[in-house]
């Protein structure tokens, strides 16, 4: 399945938004560094945390077990469905589309997500 990522920090550095409608659109235009914006493949059964790093990704990610929010992405279209996880709260999952990469798998035919979305206002006292 077809990955396209953004990293957190590139959106805010740009002053762009999380929920911009053209965000992609944005980072296209920019002509960002591939760590910051590009695509990976994820097998249906793979973890993205896995799928990135063996692109060569260094993603964030501590426990690789769903138990802290290091490795924590923002779906902005698509679904990754997590095998587990105990450190996002039900809000934060179905209101705002937060996954974890260490335990999520694609879910849908294709994906796009903000990663490194540690760094989120309201995640920063969860980070290990």
């Known amino acids: 399945?077809?990955?396209?990522?953004?990293?957190?920090?590139t959106v805010d550095e740009q002053g762009w938004a999380a929920d911009d409608a053209d965000l992609f659109e944005k980072a296209d235009a920019a002509s960002l560094d591939s760590s910051?914006?590009?695509t990976l493949e994820v097998g249906r059964d793979e973890y993205v945390l896995d799928a990135a790093e063996a692109e060569g990704n260094d993603w964030p990610f501590h426990c690789r077990a769903g138990g802290c929010v290091n490795c924590v992405v923002i779906v902005t279209e698509g679904e990754i469905e997590m095998d587990v996880q105990r450190s996002l709260s039900d809000q934060?999952?179905?209101e705002e589309?937060?996954?974890?990469?260490?335990v999520?798998?694609?879910a849908s035919e294709?994906?796009?997500?903000?990663?490194?979305?540690?760094h989120l206002d309201s995640l920063r006292d969860r980070v290990v």
């Open 104 to 106: 999520g798998t694609p």
């Open 1 to 9: 399945m077809p990955v396209e990522y953004l990293d957190y920090a």
């Open 36 to 38: 910051a914006h590009g």
């Open 92 to 94: 934060e999952v179905d």
């Open 110 to 118: 294709s994906i796009k997500l903000i990663y490194n979305a540690k």
């Open 97 to 102: 589309n937060l996954r974890l990469t260490c």
